[in-house]
């Protein structure tokens, strides 16, 4: 008999996305015209076409791989050196951050990352999620036992939940018990919240006092505007020791249909066997990779080095200014129709407070039903999401100028 994995059976009831995607199903179905006129402002996908510099560099790749000299069967599965190093001194060593090429693991997304780390890292980890938070960094947890059951608001046993209120502008802070193992993501999503440094190294002395490991997810790092705010953990002192970070293409270069992304795992990192020896991560993040991933494609990580080039780089601007400009248009929407909205300045999305008398589904329905506009309810994000919402900012200008005008229309 084969016995399948009971910790699948913890999960709630559908992923978010997927719950989201079956009621717009349901909705357009029902509702054929209003259908025709659906702006989905939920799932944070990007809308523009890929920069054309990474046009121009998929299009030499693909003619490469149909000459024999110049063709690429199976390539180095923590990514290709030209990459590597492309991103260590543009990404880091360009500001000052001691990151070396081979530190560097490229990989298809960050969401995949972020849950196949938990494969170099112990069951015996106290895991501290902020709250509201990804959906993948709970789950993915779940899904390897490290957690109890859910109670009836949908919180895990066994995890640490860290607080993301309005209080404490959505940036949750160290907690009085031990962790072993954070999750930060900062520019946040959902809520847009970006940690300041001295938030980051409180986290970072936190870290280091109780030798847990930050994993921290700077997807949306790109779109940080305001100076002072850190756009890597390796901004803070100390957290070469502490502190894995995650980085996407996805969002800055339009990479979420093609697919490329990468994981810094520093050398100084350590963590402690069952014996209570430490050892490095590195070498295992190494030994995972070349056993269970056999690499982005060529083509890809050619693309993705294009976005380092001169046009490349100013392409990528153009992409981040049309939707962080969508998102002003959307803040200035949300606080026209008298809701409380946080986010739009530092991240793609604004975090808006339901009408009182509202859940966040109930908003979701309403929003669907009346402005014919998806949103993300907050309480798929855990707990402390409940009473707010999550709109993308991307979109074409037209439709966040429109979605704006609907929301000011609703009748709460």
């Not at 990804?134 to 947890?141: A, F, I, K, M, S």
């Amino acid at each position: 008999m084969a016995f399948l994995n009971d910790n699948y059976l913890k999960l709630k009831a559908g992923y978010l996305f997927p719950e989201i995607g079956r009621r717009v199903k349901a909705f357009t179905e029902a509702n054929p015209d209003a259908a025709k006129r659906l702006i989905r402002c939920g799932i944070g996908d990007v809308t523009e076409p890929l920069p054309p510099a990474v046009i121009a560099a998929l299009h030499k790749a693909v003619d490469e791989m149909g000459e024999r000299s110049t063709f690429r069967g199976y390539g180095p599965e923590q990514g290709h050196d030209f990459l590597r190093a492309a991103i260590a001194q543009n990404d880091y060593r360009a500001h000052g951050l001691d990151v070396a090429d081979d530190e560097i693991f490229v990989s298809d997304g960050s969401k995949c990352d972020c849950g196949a780390i938990l494969d170099i890292l112990g069951d015996r980890n106290v895991v501290a999620i902020s709250d509201p938070v990804y959906p993948v960094y709970v789950d993915t947890n779940v899904m390897v036992g490290h957690t109890g059951d859910a109670d009836a608001n949908g919180a895990y046993a066994g995890l640490v939940y860290l607080p993301c209120t309005a209080q404490n502008g959505f940036i949750p802070e160290p907690p009085k018990e031990h962790a072993d193992v954070i999750y930060l993501c900062s520019p946040n999503n959902p809520t847009g919240a970006a940690a300041t440094r001295a938030q980051l190294e409180a986290w970072v002395s936190y870290a280091l006092a109780h030798k847990a490991v930050i994993l921290f997810d700077a997807a949306y790092e790109a779109y940080i505007s305001e100076p002072g705010i850190p756009h890597s953990i390796y901004e803070i002192p100390g957290a070469r020791e502490c502190a894995i970070e995650f980085r996407s293409f996805s969002k800055n270069g339009g990479f979420t249909g093609t697919r490329c992304a990468f994981t810094v795992v520093p050398k100084t990192l350590h963590a402690t066997t069952a014996g209570g020896e430490s050892k490095p991560l590195h070498p295992l993040w190494n030994r995972r990779m070349s056993t269970k991933f056999n690499g982005v494609s060529y083509i890809v990580q050619r693309a993705a080095e294009a976005l380092y080039s001169p046009e490349g780089k100013q392409q990528v601007r153009g992409l981040i200014e049309h939707y962080m400009g969508n998102a002003k248009v959307l803040v200035a929407g949300a606080k026209a129709a008298g809701l409380t909205v946080f986010g739009g300045v530092n991240a793609p999305y604004i975090w808006v407070g339901t009408p009182a008398g509202h859940t966040s589904w109930q908003a979701f329905d309403k929003i669907l039903g009346e402005a014919n506009v998806v949103i993300t309810p907050g309480s798929g994000f855990g707990s402390k999401g409940e009473g707010w919402f999550r709109v993308s900012a991307f979109n074409s200008r037209a439709n966040a100028e429109e979605v704006a005008r609907r929301i000011q229309a609703l009748k709460w």
